[in-house]
């Protein structure tokens, strides 16, 4: 039997080939290479793959052939770079570092480093409609529930209550709850759905999916800020008390460090639950405790 | 019979309606009012809406369905949109009005104008993926080629080259060429094709249609050149001479405006050949003659 953390790696291991099969430097695209070594950069910048595996991981539980979830696994790691980059630019988070390296518009200047954003949110939508394994259904619902959780009312929407709360000191619960939903939650969840999707999961089941993710995402989001006030640079990888700093709302700035790791219990509790009515569903619940139990 | 006028403005009409349609403020996005808003001031903007002319203009002349058009006609003003926004922003072009108007980054800041941009670039896969009157097989097929058109090997592509081409001094014709096709030649080139789709025109006939938009594009944009240094800022709407101002290579300062002027009406000539293959190509003759007469 493969253990949790060789399946892990095996995920993760597909993602990285996906990843660099799709966005290679050809003779034809010559004159784009500094865009396509800036989209790589950024792309191979790391990170946990937490998304992908998600896809992978609901694909397997569910039953599907690990092959359909490759398009879309691919896909959402674009998509969540594509927001890094544009996250980073002046303009926005104005961060120099991304995961220990320069961020994309250090390296590559700021003009270069959105136009790299921008065609990394297309591409996902090509790799899927060009994708073999696929039906033509099953692309068309992956891109629909995708586009909507990369856009106004998904992940974009989310940073601009965001970047709208910064100006208000009167950000509750609901708001925060509202602004992680789709910040974080909405990009993890439909990693679950599109792997069900691979599946050819019922649509009650894409459902509990979803509702699994967004649990996962809120659980995720809550020990993000717990760790910001809790842990230090070195374990962390990031500076600490940057949000007391910025002065942003969080769920220990309204609960404190104790009701906020109560309410993430109670979250993942919330999450465990959704798994019950997943037939396989061993992976996705070691994954879940491991991302819960995270130090950075 | 519908004159040439009528119909052009009857396809303008569908398209205004259906970019209200799909980008409305309601109650449940009501935390995302201003990002909606910051859309729908550079959507709003007007411009020509040429790019969905052409898709309407396709779909008719082969004989399509209208209605089928409808989803792929406003997607390719969202992708021109969201292009426009991003062009404006300070770290690219830096342009401060655009149509007239305060460009989106003065309007609503930087940081929205390039989120607005972003939900911009993927709403329109949404708006195909959940249209009533296309088939999964033309969805898949629209989706494969406008995400194609609008990428590292499209249109950013071609931004791209523009911005490394500010740097060189050797940009000779070849160059100018393959930038022209990728930054205005493949949004133009896949209108025509999306327009063939939705009528569901054989591979042979897409190809045509593709032919004849690159054919377009370029002339298009060497008529652009040309008004550059012929017209005057009133003509125009816009400064005059901003070419030779910053330098660039342009078919003016390749060959000369007579020249250029010979190779624009070649092209022409191409691509009303092109047309000769199309059934009912009045109306697209008479926007070709449009277009390549016009004065701004």
Do not use: W
């Amino acid at each position: 039997m493969i253990s949790f953390k060789e399946k892990l790696a095996g995920y993760i291991g597909y993602t990285e080939k996906a990843l660099e099969k799709y966005n290679q430097h050809t003779a034809e695209n010559e004159a784009q290479k500094n865009l396509i070594e800036a989209m790589n950069y950024s792309l191979e910048a790391g990170g946990k793959r937490i998304r992908p595996a998600l896809v992978y991981g609901f694909c397997e539980a569910l039953g599907g052939d690990l092959r359909k979830a490759e398009a879309p696994a691919a896909a959402i790691e674009m998509i969540h770079t594509f927001s890094l980059i544009h996250d980073d630019l002046p303009a926005m988070d104005d961060d120099d570092y991304r995961r220990g390296k320069p961020s994309c518009h250090k390296a590559y200047g700021e003009a270069m480093a959105i136009l790299a954003g921008d065609a990394l949110s297309v591409l996902p939508f090509e790799i899927i409609a060009d994708d073999t394994a696929l039906t033509a259904e099953q692309k068309v619902k992956i891109i629909s529930v995708l586009a909507k959780a990369v856009g106004k009312d998904g992940m974009i929407g989310g940073q601009v209550i965001d970047m709208e709360n910064e100006e208000r000191d009167d950000v509750d619960a609901d708001n925060l709850r509202n602004m992680y939903r789709c910040k974080t939650g909405q990009l993890i969840a439909v990693s679950c759905v599109m792997g069900g999707i691979c599946a050819g999961a019922s649509d009650l089941v894409l459902g509990i999916a979803a509702e699994y993710g967004f649990r996962l995402g809120l659980a995720f989001q809550i020990i993000d800020d717990i760790l910001d006030v809790t842990s230090t640079t070195e374990e962390l990888g990031k500076p600490v008390g940057s949000d007391e700093e910025e002065n942003k709302t969080t769920f220990v700035t309204l609960y404190g460090v104790e009701r906020a790791r109560e309410i993430a219990d109670e979250v993942t509790a919330e999450a465990m639950e959704c798994l019950d009515k997943i037939e396989n569903s061993s992976f996705l619940r070691e994954l879940t405790e491991m991302l819960l139990r995270r130090k950075k």
